[in-house]
C-alpha cells in the first residue's frame, strides 16, 4: 500500500457546509483507462467499498466483454451492483440510483468509504446530484417501433418533441434516445431533472494520452478474446439471449451478433470492437468534460491520485 489506511466514519447529518456532509469518492473515465484497478487501490488504502457505476456489468454473465471485474482482481475488496439483473431485461437509470442509494447509505452506516467506480456518466450523475428521475413507465409498443430506426431518426424525433433534451444528450446512445422520447411522448417533454447535492464528493477522472488509450483498447480486446469473449457469448445464446437482445446492448455485444450470425470473421470482429471502443471513449471524454468538478489525472500517476485522495478525506 502507499499510505496508511485513512478511516472513514459516519459523518455528522448533511447541513450547509460541505465537510459536514459524508464523503463518497469518484472514480470514473473513458473505458480502458484502469477505473477499476484504481478503484480497489483506492479501497486497500482507505477503508473502501466500491459501488459499480456501469450499466452493462449490471447483468449477469456479461463478464469478459463487458470487462467485469473478477475475484482475483478484486483483491477481497467488496463489489456492489454487479449482476443484479437478468441480461434479457431492461435495467433503468431509476432502479440503478434506488439500489445505488441504499448501498451507499450502507457503506457509510458500516464507517466505510463508498467509491463509485465506472465510466456511465449518466448513472454517476443520478448519484452525485441526487436527481430526481421522471416517473414513467416504459413503453413496450413504443420501444420495439423505435428499436428499429436509426441514431439519426431517433434524434430528429426527439429534437421535434423536446428540442432541449436532444441538445443534452452528446452520446449517440440509441436507448437513452429513445428513454428520452418515451419520456417526452408521456409527458409532453422531458423535464430538467432536479438536482440536490447530497455528498461531500471528491469526482477522479482517469484520462490516458490519445495513443496510450488506443493501445489500452487493443490489448484489452486481445485479452479478452484469449479469455473466451466469443465463447461467452455462444452460452448466452444458448441460455436463451437473443441477437436482438445483444444488439441492445450494444459495443461489443452487437459486433458478436454478427459474428454468431457469420456476417463477419474474427478479424473483422476486432476491428469492429476496437473502433467503436475507441468511438465510445471520445463519448465518455466529452459527456465527463461537462463537469468541472472533475479532478484529472493521468492513470501513470497512481501515487499523485492517492495523495490528493487523502489530502481530501483528512480535510477538517
Known amino acids: 500500500m502507499l499510505w496508511t489506511q485513512v478511516r472513514v466514519g459516519s459523518s455528522p447529518t448533511p447541513g450547509t457546509n460541505m465537510k459536514e456532509k459524508k464523503k463518497l469518492l469518484v472514480i470514473l473515465g473513458p473505458t480502458a483507462s484502469g477505473k477499476s484497478d484504481l478503484a480497489v487501490e483506492c479501497a486497500l488504502n482507505f477503508n473502501g467499498e466500491v459501488v459499480s457505476a456501469d450499466s452493462r456489468q449490471v447483468y449477469e454473465g456479461l463478464d469478459i466483454a463487458t470487462g467485469k471485474i473478477t475475484q482475483e482482481e478484486m483483491r477481497g475488496i467488496p463489489h456492489h451492483l454487479l449482476d443484479v ?3 434479457q431485461e431492461q435495467y433503468s437509470v431509476a432502479l440503478y440510483k434506488e439500489a445505488a442509494d441504499e448501498v451507499i447509505e450502507d457503506v457509510h452506516a458500516r464507517g466505510k468509504l463508498p467509491i463509485l467506480a465506472g465510466g456511465t456518466g449518466f448513472y454517476i450523475q443520478a448519484i452525485v446530484d441526487n436527481m430526481m428521475l421522471p416517473d414513467v413507465g416504459p413503453n413496450q409498443m413504443l ?3 423505435l428499436q428499429e430506426k436509426s441514431v439519426e431518426e431517433l434524434r430528429s424525433i426527439l429534437k421535434e418533441l423536446d428540442p432541449r433534451r436532444e441538445e443534452d444528450i452528446t452520446q449517440d446512445n440509441p ?6 422520447i418515451e419520456i417526452a411522448k ?4 422531458v423535464p430538467k431533472v432536479q438536482k440536490e447535492v447530497r455528498f461531500n464528493t471528491l469526482q477522479i477522472g482517469l484520462k490516458p494520452k490519445k495513443k496510450e488509450l488506443k493501445r489500452r483498447i487493443q490489448i484489452r480486446t486481445q485479452q479478452r478474446l484469449e479469455r473466451g469473449m466469443i465463447e461467452e457469448v455462444e452460452e448466452l445464446y444458448k441460455e436463451g439471449l437473443s441477437l436482438k437482445r445483444m444488439r441492445e446492448l450494444g459495443l461489443e455485444y452487437e459486433h458478436l451478433a454478427d459474428y454468431l450470425e457469420d456476417k463477419i470473421d474474427t478479424e473483422e470482429l476486432v476491428q469492429s470492437i ?3 471502443d475507441w468511438r465510445y471513449a471520445r463519448q465518455q471524454i466529452k459527456w465527463f468534460k461537462r463537469d468541472k468538478r472533475i479532478k484529472w489525472f493521468s492513470p501513470e500517476n497512481p501515487e499523485e491520485i492517492l ?7 483528512t480535510e477538517s
Open 85 to 87: 439483473a437478468r441480461p
Open 143 to 145: 420501444r420495439e417501433q
Open 175 to 180: 436507448r437513452r434516445l429513445i428513454r428520452a
Open 186 to 189: 408521456e409527458l409532453g417533454h
Open 274 to 276: 476496437e473502433r467503436d
Open 307 to 313: 495523495a490528493h485522495i487523502k489530502e481530501w478525506l
